[in-house]
């Protein structure tokens, strides 16, 4: 069962950047972030297929994150540039198990988080 747990959140200013980054002890088929607001539900920022190499982007960051990842290292890593105040929410870093796609639902390996707050 892989275990994660991300780092490199923090508060900066609209316009800022930030890079998270998530250490894993396995891969797996299905990685990805999420991320989820007070008050609001969880939802995907980034997911990376692993078969296919496809990577998935909710529009709301298209442009302004990119995910990717070292394999030597066991880390994957989250790109936050033009960050807004609506970006402000905890991130977390998941992984899973999926036959031909990523489903939510498939990711049963979560890292506690990490936090990012962005100031207008």
């Known amino acids: 069962q892989a275990q994660l747990v991300e780092s490199g959140g923090g508060s900066v200013q609209a316009g800022g950047s930030l890079r998270l980054s998530c250490e894993y002890t396995?891969?797996?088929?299905?990685m990805g972030w999420f991320r989820q607001a007070p008050g609001a539900e969880r939802e995907r920022v980034a997911i990376?297929?692993?078969?296919?190499?496809?990577?998935y982007y909710a529009d709301s960051v298209k442009g302004r994150f990119t995910t990717s990842q070292e394999k030597d290292k066991n880390t994957l890593y989250l790109q936050l540039n033009s960050l807004q105040p609506e970006d402000t929410a905890m991130y977390y870093c998941?992984?899973?198990?999926?036959?031909?796609?990523?489903?939510?639902?498939?990711?049963?390996?979560w890292g506690p988080g990490t936090q990012v707050t962005v100031s207008s």
């Open positions: 990376l297929y692993g078969d296919s190499g496809y990577i």
């Open positions: 998941a992984a899973g198990v999926g036959r031909t796609s990523c489903p939510t639902t498939v990711f049963k390996n």
């Open positions: 396995s891969e797996t088929n299905c």
